[in-house]
């Protein structure tokens, strides 16, 4: 039987980080406070278009787990059952004994980039301060809540860009990562789904459930000798104000189309305007054209048109853009199609289809010891691997138009000020830098902020809306070029001077160079 208290509590980690945290109690530096940095590496690439920007999702239910997670006396019996390769107990009574008292995260501070903001690669966005061996073990279930999470609202961001605002009905449950799925849904509700069929989830966030109707509607009064006209009248019947018709169960057009018109009349003669249709399989941009027109010509101009099947970011851009050049030769006006549109978005968005990982990382950056604060570093061959080292500031700049321009590490004793230049450097390539000069920049922001102390968090979780103004924001002061679908203009993601030379000096000490 699946124990929940047992497997998404406490243990909800990996071995290795018991196995470090013991190797830190023995040498009684597993109180000792420690920085670690979370962030990822690269943007989702999905083979045939790239995102130019991420959207950070999963920190307010992350914050949650840290607040209600504690070991308990069941975790440490099972801890205790552990072997090693000799047969002796894997983890010692002394250090479970140690576990059992401080098995909580009552001593882990968090600074955060808040949930729903624009994220770029390499930038700390979450900053962990507490005990080592707490602040370690902490590690595995962060990066659960935060990559996926993440991955999926830059993913329904996208989406939402290229259906031009129009409405976006998140519906991946059924193919998403099992319960999974219902931070996925989470994720898309705040990256730019509007809605979602997910009930569990939609009444959690405070959005309204929103669906149609499936296939088998139809197929069951077909499978006992009726039509699909009177599948069509039974749904109306029972739901008049809000009937959306699934139109492509046996001829969209000969038969779908027609028959939801005819219950429309139906519908408007008792009083009730219909919603609209939904398109689930075929050529959906020439099927939107098709439909628009049979419904424009039975005075239903405004109905709505929902379209699914297999549904992302660059179908939904291919398909506007084939209604813009096709829809006039049917003397349907485009913008006034795309404008009665409505997108059903699925597996691909659930999936992340093309890029299903979001490589975050978890990094020791920092160690505190008697004589004050010690930086941390690895080395790797892949330079890109190479963490920041250090407690760090970060900064968002803007240019003189209000865009944002860079993201900006530092040393935590340095500050950025506007009027006056600053030389940046490529976080990798040596020979990679800038200089912008006196008056570049209009506006410097601090981007992490306290969001917890003492395992506690400092302020109550704000609501999907507020999560969706935050995004909303950041892509309004977004350069289009790094908004742009395919081949996206870099952002850049800098070290100051201070930060640069700490780096290098580090790593050719490890070199021995």
């Known amino acids: 039987m699946y124990e929940a208290s047992l497997a998404e509590g406490f243990l909800f980690t990996d071995l290795y980080q018991l196995t470090m945290a013991q190797v830190y109690y023995r040498l009684?530096?597993?109180?000792?406070?420690?920085?670690?940095?979370?962030?990822?590496?690269?943007?989702?690439?999905?083979?045939?278009?790239?995102?130019?920007?991420?959207?950070?999702?999963?920190?307010?239910?992350?914050?949650?787990?840290?607040?209600?997670?504690h070991v308990t006396d069941v975790d440490i019996e099972h801890l205790a059952t552990l072997r090693s390769a000799s047969g002796d107990p894997l983890f010692a009574g002394d250090f479970l004994a140690w576990l059992r008292q401080n098995g909580d995260f009552s001593g882990i501070g968090i600074a955060a980039i808040p949930e729903g903001r624009v994220?770029?690669?390499?930038?700390?966005?979450?900053?962990?301060?507490?005990?080592?061996?707490?602040?370690?073990?902490?590690?595995?279930?962060?990066?659960?809540?935060?990559?996926?999470?993440?991955?999926?609202?830059t993913k329904a961001s996208r989406v939402h860009e290229a259906g031009s605002g129009r409405p976006v009905l998140e519906f991946g449950m059924r193919r998403g990562p099992e319960r999974g799925s219902n931070a996925g849904t989470r994720a898309a509700l705040i990256g730019g789904a509007d809605f979602s069929s997910n009930v569990g989830t939609s009444f959690a966030t405070g959005v309204p459930a929103k669906g149609t109707h499936a296939h088998s509607l139809i197929q069951l009064f077909l499978a006992k000798g009726e039509s699909e006209l009177d599948a069509f009248r039974a749904y109306a019947d029972v739901f008049p104000d809000d009937c959306l018709l699934l139109v492509d169960t046996i001829d969209t057009i000969e038969s779908g189309i027609p028959n939801a018109i005819t219950v429309f009349e139906e519908l408007r003669r008792s009083g009730h305007e219909p919603v609209g249709i939904r398109l689930d399989s075929g050529d959906l941009a020439y099927l939107a054209i098709q439909a628009a027109r049979m419904l424009n010509d039975a005075g239903f101009a405004d109905t709505s048109i929902v379209l699914s099947s297999n549904l992302d970011e660059l179908a939904i851009w291919q398909i506007v853009s084939q209604i813009r050049s096709e829809a006039p030769s049917y003397r349907v006006d485009p913008d006034h199609l795309i404008g009665r549109l409505s997108y059903g978005v699925g597996t691909r968005l659930i999936t992340s289809q093309g890029d299903a990982s979001l490589d975050g990382v978890y990094k020791l950056v920092a160690i505190e010891e008697p004589s004050g604060w010690r930086p941390a570093i690895k080395v790797s061959e892949s330079q890109a691997k190479i963490p920041n080292p250090g407690r760090k500031q970060v900064w968002r700049?803007?240019?003189?138009?209000?865009?944002?321009?860079?993201?900006?590490?530092?040393r935590a004793d340095e500050t950025i000020e506007t009027g006056r230049p600053i030389t940046l450097h490529h976080p990798v390539i040596p020979t990679s830098m800038r200089r912008l000069p006196e008056g570049a920049v209009s506006e410097v922001e601090v981007l992490p902020v306290p969001v917890m102390a003492n395992g506690r968090r400092l302020e109550q979780s704000p609501t999907i809306d507020e999560l969706?103004?935050?995004r909303s924001a950041d892509l309004e002061r977004l350069d289009p070029g790094v908004r742009r679908l395919i081949n996206p203009h870099v952002y850049h993601v800098s070290l100051t001077d201070n930060l640069w030379d700490m780096k290098i000096g580090m790593v050719r000490r490890l070199m021995g160079q």
């Open 28 to 69: 009684g530096v597993h109180e000792q406070l420690a920085e670690f940095d979370y962030y990822f590496r690269s943007y989702p690439d999905y083979g045939k278009h790239q995102a130019g920007y991420a959207v950070n999702a999963g920190l307010e239910w992350l914050l949650d787990w840290i607040e209600t997670t």
């Open 119 to 153: 994220v770029h690669p390499n930038v700390p966005i979450a900053v962990v301060v507490g005990p080592l061996v707490i602040a370690q073990i902490l590690e595995t279930s962060l990066l659960n809540h935060l990559n996926y999470p993440t991955l999926i609202a």
């Open 397 to 410: 700049l803007y240019d003189a138009r209000g865009t944002a321009t860079a993201d900006v590490l530092g």
């Open 468 to 470: 969706r103004r935050r």
